[in-house]
């Protein structure tokens, strides 16, 4: 009896110090980033209809984009786990070359995980996953005055990122990134305002839809606290 206690202490010990050394080894940290890139567009807005029978390239929508995104999580060991909120100002595609004037811009938020494999060095490459929701939005102006706009939105339903961070003393990373997400528009309102102010608009579901992708890359400022 004497010596199955013992054992049971001596495991508890070992159970006890493997927990305190795991603990040790992943250390939780809040961290924010800040990334500024380019966006481009690849694949179909909205199928095939009676009126384009290819279907909507979101190319012609939008020709490229400069999104600003937000990080904010909390890094757990080498993980970063957390949200993503960013707005990305573009230039409109061909579509809109016969307006008076003409606006684009994309509103993403969601979650994501990013797996750093070497967090305690200078340099730190990392690649990560995520999921989230998107509006398109578009407006142009016609040659009377009024104001069409429309807004585009779905579920992102894979965002994968690979990167190296560079670090600048224990604190700060900087360094660049690339990434690729898949999504499709489910849902899209719209309408028109005239000279006068007035407005007429509505929403609907889009009934032919298509997958798109958007290819990012640019650079990503983070803080380690």
Not at 139 to 148: I, L, R, Y
Request: aromatic fraction near 10%; glycine fraction near 14%; proline fraction near 4%.
């Amino acid at each position: 009896m004497r010596i199955g206690l013992a054992r049971a202490a001596s495991l508890a010990l070992t159970l006890a110090t493997a927990s305190a050394r795991a603990e040790e080894q992943l250390p939780v940290r809040f961290e924010a980033g800040v990334r500024a890139g380019i966006g481009l567009p690849i694949g179909n807005a909205a199928g095939p209809t009676q009126n384009s029978p290819q279907g909507t390239s979101l190319g012609d929508l939008v020709a490229w984009t400069v999104p600003l995104q937000l990080d904010v999580g909390a890094r757990i060991g080498p993980v970063f786990v957390g949200g993503r909120a960013s707005y990305a100002f573009g230039k409109t595609g061909s579509s809109f070359d016969a307006a008076s004037s003409r606006s684009a811009s994309d509103v993403r938020v969601g979650f994501e995980v990013l797996w750093h494999f070497a967090a305690d060095h200078q340099v730190d490459p990392w690649a990560g996953i995520g999921v989230g929701y998107e509006w398109l939005n578009l407006s142009a102006g016609v040659n009377n005055g009024s104001v069409v706009y429309a807004t585009l939105r779905g579920f992102e339903w894979v965002n994968v990122q690979v990167g190296i961070d560079f670090a600048l003393g224990r604190t700060f990373r900087i360094g660049p990134y690339l990434e690729s997400s898949v999504g499709q528009y489910d849902s899209a309102s719209g309408g028109i305002i005239n000279v006068q102010g007035g407005e007429i608009g509505g929403s609907t579901d889009v009934q032919s839809k298509a997958v798109h992708a958007w290819i990012g890359f640019g650079l990503r400022f983070a803080v380690l606290l």
